[in-house]
């Protein structure tokens, strides 16, 4: 009888674990994330979800298919929101945001920070919270940020007759050097502007870098075919006529810069680690700052936030965890040592068990962190055709490079064009 009871006591407790085994697993979130990018940030997003996981044992990060840049990424979740398959978590360009606040995709993550102790403690500066607040709200959180820098080969400006330690700091002495680069033959490429990164960020650059601005402070009508604009164009256009700029595309130049053949490239920090990566040792390069000409200057801050587009309460709290985490101050050490970015977290610069110590390895990181007095919001254009607005400006953009319009010409059609899409 005795045996009995023991094999039946046995028996309930293994069915109490099972059962208990079965809620546990039943109670566990698949989280889906989605971002952009995948050759800079395929490796980081791994290493991310293991660290995530190991925390947090009772969410599971799956990974949808990265999408291949900002645009892609803002076109795929307004056509996943269409059929209701959005993840719970899309990361999307800082100036493309806006396209999910006005739709009302994106979740208002104010209930969350509230329930937070010392939010700005963690390392989440107002400048940065910024960068995905509207109407007074914030809906985003930055993961990676950027500023455009030029890369230069050294090997190849020696050869040139310049210093790379003293590298130009004007628009002028960097075309002069990029001359005496195309003159040394051997198909070697004086300068490349990658002008065509995102449609209009370059561009942004060149604009806010004499001092201008996309549209009024209204936001009426466009402002960037002002006396800014003008000579952000005149800029471009020179770089094709005089320097002898060759029509490249993003891939190209990249390639062209790692293969040891392009001297001044003008990119975004957040290829570093690729540039890294690429180059392998094969010649020795550094970063320099963006030239800056015009008063009261600015350079546009790139990169990508985290958005929040899960509606249930529970793959909301699950989708916050992952969010927070990545971008904190753990999360943005991971993100900085595999790419380019700077943090957008303020803690791990000055941690030596984070940041303080890589940066003072890898001195061509410090060139975007040289440029923050300068950065302001990459500029979002209202309305519905955000992406439309943008793709205009890269086709009047490309006549310039292919030569197929004067550069003053292809201001006044940019603007056109652009003033017709706004809304009215």
């Not at 800079?40 to 799956?62: G, M, R, S, W, Y």
């Not at 990119?267 to 680690?273: G, K």
């Amino acid at each position: 009888m005795r045996r009995h009871i023991k094999a039946w006591a046995a028996g309930a407790a293994a069915l109490v674990m099972l059962t208990a085994g079965q809620a546990l697993a039943q109670a566990k979130t698949t989280l889906n994330v989605q971002y952009p990018l995948g050759f800079i940030f395929d490796k980081v997003f791994v290493t991310l979800k293991a660290e995530f996981e190991k925390q947090n044992p009772d969410i599971t990060v799956n990974y949808l298919p990265a999408y291949k840049e900002y645009e892609d990424a803002a076109q795929t979740a307004l056509r996943q929101a269409i059929t209701k398959q959005l993840p719970d978590v899309a990361l999307q360009a800082i100036n493309l945001q806006r396209l999910f606040v006005d739709r009302k995709i994106a979740v208002d993550l104010t209930p969350f920070i509230a329930k937070e102790k010392d939010w700005q403690g963690q390392g989440f500066s107002p400048a940065m919270m910024a960068l995905g607040t509207y109407g007074g709200k914030p809906y985003g959180l930055a993961f990676a940020v950027s500023t455009p820098i030029v890369y230069v080969n050294d090997d190849l400006v020696r050869k040139a007759g310049g210093d790379p330690a003293n590298f130009p700091t004007t628009w002028d002495g960097i075309f002069d050097l990029a001359k005496k680069v195309n003159a040394l033959g051997d198909d070697n490429v004086g300068l490349f502007y990658s002008w065509a990164i995102t449609g209009n960020w370059m561009w942004q650059a060149l604009v806010f870098s004499h001092g201008g601005s996309m549209m009024t402070a209204d936001e009426k009508a466009i402002a960037f075919d002002k006396e800014p604009g003008k000579k952000s164009i005149e800029l471009l256009g020179r770089m094709v006529k005089d320097v002898g700029m060759p029509n490249l595309t993003p891939e190209a130049s990249r390639a062209a810069f790692f293969a040891g053949k392009l001297a001044i490239w003008t990119e975004s920090t957040s290829l570093l680690r690729v540039a890294d990566d690429g180059v392998a040792g094969k010649f020795k390069w550094r970063t320099a700052r963006f030239p800056v000409p015009g008063p009261n200057a600015k350079l546009p801050t790139g990169g990508a936030s985290a958005l929040m587009f899960a509606t249930e309460p529970a793959r909301q709290e699950a989708a916050w965890k992952f969010m927070k985490f990545i971008t904190g101050a753990e999360g943005a050490t991971i993100m900085v040592k595999g790419t380019g970015y700077m943090p957008p977290n303020s803690l791990p610069a000055s941690n030596p068990a984070m940041l303080k110590d890589f940066y003072a390895e890898k001195p061509n990181h410090l060139t975007s962190l040289s440029q923050q007095p300068l950065m302001t919001a990459w500029y979002a254009f209202p309305g519905d055709n955000n992406l439309k607005i943008i793709q205009a400006i890269k086709d009047r953009l490309q006549t310039v490079v292919d030569k197929s319009a004067a550069p003053d010409a292809a201001l006044s059609a940019m603007a056109a064009d652009v003033q017709k899409l706004l809304p009215k």
